[in-house]
Each structure stands twice: as C-alpha cells, then as structure tokens.
C-alpha cells in the first residue's frame, strides 16, 4: 500500500528565507504527486502536481517541487517565504483512485 | 461555478445523536470524495463515487457511516449514533477523471464535528 511521510512536524522560518519542506513517499509504480496547502480551518489548496515529464514543477505562490525517484522524495520549495505563507503543508501520492496524504508540516514564519 | 461547497461548517451534537452533512461538488467533476481530518493529521479517505455508484469504502468507515449520492450530484454523509471519537473535520472533495487519470481534487472547506 501507498504512504507519505513529512519528517517534519513545525518547520520556522524567517521571512524572506528559503524553505524547503520534505515529502518521502512509499509506492510502487510511477506515483502521482501532489502539493497542498491548508490555513486554519479551511480546507485544502492545491499548490502543485507531478503527473510525469520535467521533475521540476511549477505551482501557484511562488513554489515549486522537485520529484526524485532515487530517492522516493517529492520536496518542496520556495525561495523567498512571505507571512501569509504560514500554514499547513501536506504531500499526497495518488494511488489506487485516491489520494494518501502525509501527516503534515506547520510552517510558522517569524518576522 | 463556486467550488466545493459543504453544509454545515459546524455542527455540535450530542452523543448518541445522528447527524448528516451534504457536499455540493463542482457540476462537471464526476467524481466525489469524502475525507476526515483530526486535529494535527493529515486527511484519511473514507469513500468515494464515481457518478452517483459508490465504489470504495475505507475500513474506517464503520457500519454507523452511510454515504449516497443520489444522481451523481450532491453527496450527503450520514453518522447513525454518534460517539466522540467521531470529532472531526469532515472534507469533501470532487474531481474530473478522464481516461484513467485523474487531474486534482478541489476541496471544500469542510464540516468540522463536535460530539459532546
């Protein structure tokens, strides 16, 4: 069976600094991939997808991912981090006609 | 077209009480997800239709849950006896799959409950 992992619970940056938040996933065959975001009390957002093609992918806000299969891992990224940009983060794989989600990153962003 | 909608946003029950949500889907998607999010976790899938059959359903899903979508429109989602364990975000999502792929869930806002 299909599984996500994000090693990290909270992750704080300062604003304007990089962030990178990790996503390892578990899956047999070519995963689908996916990126989204969730503000308090809201549902999700999605940020981004990898479907297959250019491992390095686009989303909306400034992110990006980078999927490498090497390494089973899906991360993403944002170069410089903005304060709305504070809250939950979750990498899904699709599989077997629904999406698994990881257990989610709190990003906190000091200013 | 408005998105996902989800009715109600909250809902406050009392133990032992039944209690239904309703998911409005975006009118193209043909597909129709429900989820349960606990504080801190990521969402766990519970069912989903493909048009208006139902075609999987997690172990989560005790025999107290029923879920319908009557004519691959709406779906509702029922919790026969509630205990408090059922405290939860409930999130629905819809989604367009064509010829095997399917292209990315939009999610409503979700029902959260609270079983007093």
């Known amino acids: 069976a299909q599984s996500v992992t994000q090693p990290d619970i909270h992750i704080t940056v300062s604003e304007g600094a990089s962030l990178e938040l990790r996503c390892n996933y578990s899956?047999?065959?070519?995963?689908?991939l996916f990126w989204y975001v969730q503000s308090p009390g809201q549902g999700l957002q999605l940020l981004l997808k990898y479907f297959s093609g250019d491992t390095l992918v686009q989303g909306i806000k400034g992110f990006e991912a980078e999927f490498k299969r090497s390494q089973s891992s899906f991360n993403l990224r944002k170069p410089s981090v903005h304060w709305s940009d504070a809250a939950e983060y979750f990498c899904?794989?699709?599989?077997?006609?629904?999406?698994?989600f990881g257990g989610g990153t709190r990003l906190m962003v000091k200013p | 077209d408005t998105g996902v909608s989800q009715n109600p946003r909250h809902k406050i029950t009392k133990r032992g009480q039944n209690v239904t949500f309703r998911c409005d889907p975006i009118?193209?998607?043909?597909?129709l997800y429900w989820y349960r999010q606990t504080l801190g976790q990521g969402p766990e899938f519970l069912t989903y239709?493909?048009?208006?059959?139902?075609?999987?359903k997690s172990r989560l899903l005790s025999d107290r849950f029923s879920a319908e979508r009557p004519k691959g429109s709406f779906s509702t989602l029922e919790i026969q006896r509630t205990e408090q364990g059922d405290s939860a975000m409930y999130l629905c999502?819809?989604?367009?799959?064509?010829?095997?792929?399917?292209?990315?869930?939009?999610f409503g806002s979700g029902t959260r409950l609270t079983v007093v």
């Open positions: 899904a794989v699709y599989a077997g006609n629904m999406l698994t």
């Open positions: 239709f493909q048009n208006e059959a139902q075609l999987e």
């Open positions: 999502a819809s989604s367009l799959e064509e010829g095997g792929l399917d292209y990315g869930y939009t």
């Open positions: 009118s193209e998607h043909n597909r």
């Open positions: 899956y047999g065959a070519t995963p689908y």
